[in-house]
């Protein structure tokens, strides 16, 4: 069972910048990747960014240009950095990780953005 702890959030104005990490334990062997979805309210859950063991990543067009992940494989940590943000990135992130093909969720941590 891997455990996903998340930080970072918050409330931020247009324009601003968040980090947000992410760190894996337990059972860690055999991730092959890691990611950012979120969640507004009333909207399915949908991909940020992930990116692979091997450092593919994958943005969704939303975010491209203003995003940024990177994953550290030592550490099992991912963070997730954006930039120039929109009261539309407002939502609940939650990190993932996929291990053998199960995908493994965080708690989710909420991000606000201010007009």
């Known amino acids: 069972q891997v455990q996903l702890v998340e930080s970072g959030g918050g409330l931020v104005q247009t324009g601003g910048s968040l980090r947000l990490s992410c760190a894996a334990s337990?059972?860690?062997?055999?991730?092959?990747?890691m990611g950012w979805y979120r969640q507004a309210p009333g909207e399915q859950r949908e991909l940020v960014a992930f990116?692979?063991?091997?450092?593919?990543?994958n943005l969704a067009d939303s975010v491209k240009g203003r995003a940024t992940i990177s994953m550290d494989n030592a550490k099992n940590t991912v963070t997730l950095q954006m930039n120039s943000l929109k009261p539309e990135d407002t939502a609940v992130y939650y990190c993932?990780?996929?291990?053998?093909?199960?995908?493994?969720w965080g708690q989710g941590t909420r991000v606000t953005v201010s007009s």
């Open positions: 993932s990780a996929n291990r053998w093909g199960y995908e493994y």
């Open positions: 337990e059972s860690t062997s055999g991730i092959s990747g």
């Open positions: 990116i692979s063991r091997g450092g593919e990543t």
